[in-house]
């Protein structure tokens, strides 16, 4: 499934390829196989791009967008190779592709702390730290209580977005209900999102229009003029329109 807004943000997203690739650096080359193998990954494509209209939206430093983009989507890409790692190969000390494959993964989530550094935005780790915690329990749930793929979503990936609305308005120094209201946002816009990768179409809605209805309350009150957020919904509930129409010459 392809979105417009990707292509209208193009050069944005090149620059958040770019911090993604620095992010891996030495290993860039050893991750080859890996990388192809998820390279097909949808939200690996459209969440960072969704990241950049959550900082985009609030007037954010273009710069600060970037990075933040970026971070989210080595964390996210870390996620995945961690999820490479099955119950059956647990306690497999010398199968070396495991361990090389663990090794990996933690040294991405040490490289994004380096880069909150860098980007000057260590006062959002907490929001990362319980990021990670609710993609754990969404991982128990989904390996050892065969969770419904929904509830995966609300404890995975959909937290991501959440916390990349969270702290895109922590930076920019909102006040706390603005803050709450905007991640409710995130969440809600990554649930559609989330919900439209994975062919659940008929489930999006609901979270399409909770969407539009915190983001008008939240620009009401905060009165940002940017469109991109707006957009964005609309291009969804348009893809929903066109795939739950009738096709034509049906009753």
């Given at each position: 499934?392809?979105?417009?807004f990707t292509s209208v943000w193009a050069e944005e997203i090149k620059e958040v390829d770019t911090i993604y690739q620095?992010?891996?650096?030495?290993?860039?080359?050893?991750?080859?196989?890996?990388?192809?193998?998820?390279?097909?990954?949808r939200s690996l494509q459209l969440m960072p791009a969704v990241v950049v209209l959550a900082y985009k939206y609030l007037d954010s430093d273009h710069r600060l967008s970037i990075d933040m983009a970026?971070?989210?989507?080595?964390?996210?890409?870390?996620?995945?190779?961690?999820?490479?790692?099955?119950?059956?190969?647990?306690?497999?000390?010398?199968?070396?592709?495991?361990q090389f494959t663990i090794l990996i993964g933690d040294y991405i989530f040490g490289r994004v702390l380096?880069?909150?550094?860098?980007?000057?935005?260590?006062?959002?780790?907490?929001?990362?730290?319980?990021?990670?915690?609710?993609?754990?329990?969404?991982?128990?749930?989904?390996?050892?209580?065969?969770?419904?793929?929904?509830?995966?979503?609300k404890r995975g990936n959909a937290v991501i977005?959440?916390?990349?609305?969270?702290?895109?308005?922590?930076?920019?120094?909102?006040?706390?209900?603005?803050?709450?209201?905007?991640?409710?946002?995130?969440?809600?816009i990554g649930m559609a999102m989330e919900l439209l990768i994975t062919g659940n179409t008929f489930q999006v809605l609901p979270y399409i229009e909770t969407s539009f209805a915190l983001l008008n309350k939240f620009n009401n009150s905060q009165g940002f003029k940017n469109n991109c957020l707006y957009d964005l919904l609309q291009e969804m509930a348009n893809k929903i329109k066109m795939i739950t129409m009738p096709a034509a010459g049906c009753p």
């Open positions: 499934m392809n979105f417009a620095q992010s891996l650096q030495i290993w860039w080359d050893e991750l080859y196989s890996l990388r192809e193998r998820l390279h097909e990954d970026g971070l989210f989507k080595t964390l996210y890409f870390a996620n995945l190779i961690h999820n490479q790692i099955k119950d059956e190969e647990e306690g497999q000390k010398n199968d070396q592709q495991l380096k880069l909150l550094l860098k980007i000057g935005a260590v006062q959002v780790l907490d929001n990362l730290a319980w990021m990670m915690c609710r993609i754990n329990e969404g991982l128990v749930m989904q390996y050892q209580l065969a969770a419904e793929k929904l509830e995966v979503i977005y959440e916390t990349a609305f969270l702290t895109a308005a922590r930076l920019k120094m909102l006040d706390h209900k603005a803050i709450e209201l905007y991640g409710q946002l995130g969440f809600n």
